[in-house]
């Protein structure tokens, strides 16, 4: 079945400083990746879509110069959030959209980013 | 504005009974509707899903029943066991926007051994 990996799960970071987030397909060719954040409300908020040889797609209120995002292959993308500061708390989700099926978004355990 | 609504907030069933979540939406272009199962330190995980051209979908013991024309859709969970308490979410998207899930807030299942 089709499986994503992230790490780390966990992640603490010093105000203003930086951290990375990995996305893993596994058993499936991921041609976009949804990266998506969840609020410690429970709430989602989409970020940006990645899609594989394609100018990545950033949300209103995201931008690449705080989460720049990096999609090389069908099967890896990573994500960094840039300064991190309270706000940026949360539960960062990476969903990969299976092959050209626009029906399935799978999402990984996700990275939970706590700021000191 | 949220475009997509579940009730209730919070959910307490017995052991074997049937649990019934409520989900419903405003954008008639929604034609795709997952459910997820998020446990506490967990991403959410695809429960089960269902288009807009069927009114019912079944999983074993989960199941959709869709009604396009009230926009409103429900999740049965049977024989509800402890292990199926979790947040579950009700979602939506349109056409060939898969990425762009519009997630309810969510309902919290109980279910009591």
């Known amino acids: 079945g089709a499986l994503v990996y992230q790490y780390p799960r966990r992640t603490i970071c010093k105000s203003g400083t930086s951290m990375r987030m990995e996305c893993q397909a596994v058993g499936f060719q991921a041609t976009s990746v949804a990266w998506y954040r969840q609020s410690p409300q429970k709430t989602f908020e989409l970020i940006a879509l990645?899609?594989?040889?394609?100018?990545?797609?950033?949300e209103q209120n995201f931008t690449q110069e705080k989460f720049p995002i990096s999609h090389p292959n069908l099967s890896f993308s990573s994500m960094t959030v840039l300064n991190a500061y309270l706000e940026d708390r949360g539960l960062y989700l990476c969903?990969?959209?299976?092959?050209?099926?626009?029906?399935?978004?799978?999402f990984g355990h996700g990275t939970k980013l706590s700021v000191l | 504005q949220q475009q997509v609504r579940q009730s209730p907030q919070s959910l307490t069933v017995w052991e074997g009974e049937t649990a019934i979540l409520n989900c419903s939406y405003e954008n008639s272009a929604f034609d795709y509707f997952p459910w997820y199962q998020q446990f506490p330190g967990e991403g959410p995980a695809l429960l089960i899903s269902?288009?807009?051209?069927?009114d019912k979908k079944e999983d074993g013991r989960f199941t959709i029943f869709f009604n396009k024309r009230e926009k409103k859709l429900s999740l049965h969970i049977a024989d509800s066991q402890p292990g199926d308490s979790a947040t579950y979410f009700c979602?939506?998207?349109?056409?060939?926007?898969?990425?762009?899930?519009?997630f309810g807030k969510g309902t919290h299942l109980h279910v009591l051994p």
């Open positions: 979602a939506a998207s349109a056409g060939t926007n898969a990425y762009k899930v519009i």
């Open positions: 990645s899609t594989v040889n394609s100018a990545i797609k950033y």
């Open positions: 969903g990969a959209i299976q092959g050209l099926s626009n029906e399935r978004l799978f």
């Open positions: 269902i288009l807009s051209v069927s």
